[in-house]
Every structure is written in C-alpha cells, then in structure tokens.
C-alpha cells in the first residue's frame, strides 16, 4: 500500500472528472501522485481508460512498472510519450491527410541535412552561395550555416507558425518559406518526415479528421500529463486536440522552476497560463521534499524563498 501526505492524497483522491493542476517542486512526489491518480481512476470507474504523457521512455516505463498489479492495466491504461501517441496516431489515420503508410522517421540531423541538401540541389540553387559560405573549403562554416537552417525549420513545427507568421519572421529572406516547403516535399519524396514532423501531422489529423479523435475519446476518457512544465505548442496543442471538447479530466503535474527542454521551445506558460485558461483546473501545490536531505533543501529556499518545506527526516 502506497503511503500518501495528506496534501497527496488530497490530489490523488479528488473528485473524478475534473481538470486537476499540481505545481509540485523537486521530491515532493510528483510522479508519485499522477501513478497514484492514475490507479486510483481506473479502481473506481468500471471501463473508462487514461492515457498517461510522459517526456521519457523511462518514465513511462517506471510508471507501467508501478501500476502493473492492476488487473488488465494494459488494456485500459496507455502510458507511453507524447510522441509515441502522435505517431500511433500518424500509423493509423495518417492516409486521411495523403500521408504514405510506412514512412520513415528521419531522427539523424545528418540524414535531414542530406535531404536538405537535396532539395536545393533539385531547385538549382548553389548550396555554398545560399548558405553564404565565401570559402569552399571552411566545411565547418558551411555545417554550422545548414544547422542553423534546419533550426529554423524545426522552430516553425515546434511553434505550429502559419506560412504568414513565418514570411513575417523571416522577412528579410523572402525565399525562407519556399525553401521550407521544398524541404518538405523532399522528405515525404523520400518517403520519411523528422522528428517534429510527428507532432505536426498528428496535430492536423486531430484538428481536420475529428472522427479520428473520437476513436481515442471513446475509450479514453482521462489524460495524465507529466513533466508538464516542459511542454512545447505543438505538444501542448496536440493534448489538446486530442482531449477536444469533450476530455475535462486532464491532469497536468510539473514545477516551472525545473524546466529543461527550453531549447524544444518548451515554456512553462502551457502549464501554469494556457492550461488554466483552457481547462479551469483545481490547483494544488506540493512543496514538501522527500527526496533530498534538509541542508538541500534550506539552499533551495535561500535560491527562490518559499518553494520548498522541509520534510522531517527524523
């Protein structure tokens, strides 16, 4: 039997089918309490089931570990990462968007760099002119100037920015959005997309197939957000879509003071701004530290006051 705090238990036992917001600091049993949740929904409802989002295959692997005594947990709970749902979502419906079946996800920056490439060399464009490399032979000038490219192209799919917002950004190159494009043919052409791509076409087929959301919503009734402090728009956006209108049971747990994935475009602002504002979730909060010793814990108060008590280690 698990041990809760009462501020835990007060979480986890919460009335079922409403939005829940837990802003929890570092050893407060944050994972703790969205596992516990999630057991405590699948007890007490006979058939509806909860998708559980996590950052990391670890953790949805320790999460699945942690409730595996629950009777047909598989069948009813499914836990995995944001990413993983996005792309069974792809698997399935992504032919309702003229998606190709099977296609490849291009993970390797050097293998988005060669489609790159490849679609400037089809546009006739000289590689070395455009990429403002004067000398041939500075290869790292030339690596360094395609990565940034290819930056900017996640940046718009991590920001789900229109062609519009996009030509405005970029407005001092007036053939960004043509070369984005040309980029994303090449990929399909090849018969692969990256890894951004993912959250993006799953996000549309949410967005123009609604059927295909029902699908999900039919049986899943309760999502569990973890680590939600690092959520970026596209993802933020897909968890939405896939709740719709209809999902009010959506848990979101994190601590703005740990965001690590800001270099993804992640803000905490989805957590404690967005989510209020779509959801109106309860808000908890979980200060106590059961994890790190007192004099941890005294340094981080004297850091940011206030934003952790102190547990009684005996």
């Not at 957590?271 to 504002?277: A, H, M």
Request: charged content about 25%; overall charge negative.
């Amino acid at each position: 039997m698990i041990q809760l705090s009462s501020e835990q238990s007060a979480i986890v036992h919460s009335p079922i089918g409403r939005a829940i917001l837990v802003l929890a600091s570092a050893g407060s049993g944050k994972t703790r309490v969205l596992t516990e949740r999630a057991r405590y929904i699948l007890e007490n409802t006979r058939k509806a089931g909860v998708i559980a989002l996590t950052f990391t295959n670890k953790a949805a692997e320790e999460m699945q570990s942690r409730l595996s005594d629950l009777d047909a947990v598989e069948e009813r709970c499914w836990i995995a990462t944001i990413h993983s749902v996005a792309q069974r979502v792809l698997a399935q419906y992504g032919h309702t968007i003229g998606l190709p079946s099977d296609l490849h996800i291009y993970e390797r920056d050097q293998d988005r760099k060669t489609i790159f490439l490849q679609s400037l060399r089809e546009q006739g464009i000289d590689i070395d002119t455009y990429l403002d490399v004067t000398d041939t032979k500075m290869q790292k000038q030339r690596e360094k100037n395609l990565q940034h490219l290819l930056d900017e192209f996640s940046s718009i799919k991590r920001d789900l920015l229109s062609e519009a917002e996009v030509k405005a950004i970029h407005a001092d190159n007036e053939n960004f959005w043509t070369l984005y494009q040309a980029y994303q043919d090449a990929l399909l052409n090849s018969g692969g997309m990256d890894f951004d791509d993912i959250l993006v076409y799953a996000h549309r087929i949410l967005l123009e197939q609604p059927w295909c959301g029902q699908i999900y919503r039919a049986k899943y009734k309760h999502v569990c957000v973890d680590e939600a402090q690092d959520l970026n728009k596209a993802q933020y956006e897909f968890v939405r879509a896939l709740c719709a209108d209809e999902i009010t049971s959506v848990m979101m747990v994190g601590d703005p003071d740990q965001m690590i994935y800001g270099f993804n475009g992640s803000s905490h602002d989805y957590l404690c701004k967005r989510f209020l504002v779509d959801f109106s979730p309860e808000q908890f909060t979980l200060k106590k530290n059961y994890r790190s010793a007192q004099a941890v814990v005294r340094l981080a108060n004297r850091l940011k006051p206030g934003s952790q008590i102190e547990s009684d280690f005996g």
